[in-house]
């Protein structure tokens, strides 16, 4: 790996679980400051390759470095840079409060209670657990014990952060503070994120680049821009007074697959058009052929459109 | 300078854990000591008044001796089951200092806390026989500790097993009754009992404390070298299994 902005640099990972083929050849790169999304359905090798990245699973073949170490010859010094939350389990003590918790953590990780207490403090109050210190984790909220995992995984003040799922089950407002909280991560401190989620809404408000996993393979690595523009299909719905005459169905239809229904005096004609500029060439055929336009809407792909476009369409 | 930290951050769980924990920390004392009791007024029904001073001695170290071993070979093994049933033994190995000094840390605080409790235990005992022992503590603790670090090893083993198979508690069962048996086998003059772990160490420490036996300078060699082939075996056995779950993505599951 020469380029120095690149933290994280998988190339041709593979693990196999028996006869299961879990990893198949990945390769992907995450830069220092970037906010990775890696979206897949169940059983796609999104967490395999996480874990495999922290060492957690040994893979069959393929190179990891991060920070330019070899996972499989450095893992520890990989570590002393690395912080995750695990999807699945608890990643901390219910039996310990977040004060307790935090300076645990710190300390398996070779710093001392006075050394840590200055980041703890920061991080009980960013993440809004001050006045909750010293409670019992056990009594607390899905959401609050999240954000006890959260923070212990990052009170070593890693490089890299690995969020496995980090808001299954969480409400609409933790889910909201922790994207602020992770955004802020790379605002203000410059860290590198890797995340996989099936909240789409989460990962599209999070991530400046997604992959795409399907079958343990890539079928998606771009930015969240690139992807959308690539399937930047718009739908758009009409209502008129009246069907649309034969000429005028022809042209629509070169625009993109429409139907029209017609009941109780009026037609609602619903297209989806290949590029998003042709709305103007729909206008102009509804205009020529004299139709009357009672009520116009249209809709885009969010993330959630494209990433099921994705995974029905690739083989 | 990291791995002390290590260790203040594992002696400040055991001590948080005894703290939420008190009253199971007490009842355990409580359910030692009537065992103990049964065993002393079943001793004393069945043999009446012909049991000997020295057979309660015995028994009374014997027991606190047995005590000693199973909490020992429960360290790892029972660490990693209880860290797998809560969750949090992924992020263990997530210390760039290594899980295994995690867990050898928790072990070396356990038999810190063991020897807290067997002593509590072995003057309960000596209360209820009315045997008072003049106890050789610095030979009693040493020794112990020479002897202990076999069955860490062993406590090793169950524990990779543990990381595999998760639940690991009959095992546990079998080898109770197990050592009681083992402790009673014939060592010395040296024979080939001597060589399993745990069992030279155990008799050296029963016959020193209650008839003040002394051994020569080749026994403790001996001890010495069986605890740490047991504790280099048991080592080995953990690595092997932690590879193990690490190619089959067990370590998190169970």
Known sequence: MTDPGVLIHVENLRKTYGRTIAVDGLSFQARKGEILGILGPNGSGKTTTLKSILGLVSHDSGE?????????????????????????????????????????????????????TPMIEHLLRKLELWEVRNKEVRQFSSGMKQKVA??????????????????????????????????????????????????????????????????????SDETLQSLKARFSEKTVEVVLEAPLTQAQTEAAEALGPCQTVCDDGSCRL?????QPGSIMDLMDILRGGGSVVKDFSTSGNDLEDIFLQMIRREP | ???????????????????????????LVLVMYLVFLGMFWGVRAIAGGSVSGDSLDSMVVGYVLWLMAMMSIQATGGEVMNESQTGTLEQLYLSPLGADMIFLFRILNGILFNYIFVTIMLFLSMLTTGRMLTVDFPFFYGVLLLSILSLVGISFMLGGIGLIHKRIGSVYGILSFALIGMMLLPVYPFTGWALLPFVAGAHTVNSHTVHGTNFPAWWYILITANSLFYLAAGLMVFRVFERKAMRLNKMGQY
């Open chain 1, 64 to 116: 990891i470095l991060v920070n330019g170490l070899s996972v499989a010859k450095n893992r520890k010094r990989v570590l002393e840079s690395a912080g995750a939350v695990l999807e699945g389990a608890r990643n901390i003590y219910w039996y310990l409060s977040p004060r307790e918790n935090l300076l645990y953590f710190a300390g398996i990780r070779g710093i001392s209670a006075r050394r840590a």
């Open chain 1, 150 to 219: 959260m923070a212990c995984a990052f009170v070593h003040d890693p490089e890299v952060l690995f969020l496995d799922e980090p808001t299954m089950g969480l409400d609409v407002e933790i889910a909201l503070s922790m994207r602020n909280w992770i955004r802020s991560l790379v605002g203000e401190h410059g860290k590198t994120i890797l995340v996989t989620s099936h909240d789409m809404g989460f990962i599209e408000s999070l991530c400046d680049r997604v992959l795409i996993i399907r079958s343990g393979r890539i079928i």
């Open chain 1, 270 to 274: 619903r297209i989806r058009l290949h």
């Open chain 2, 1 to 27: 300078m990291r791995m002390l930290t290590l260790a203040v951050a594992e002696l400040r769980l055991m001590g948080w854990g005894l703290k939420r924990y008190f009253f199971n920390t007490g009842a």
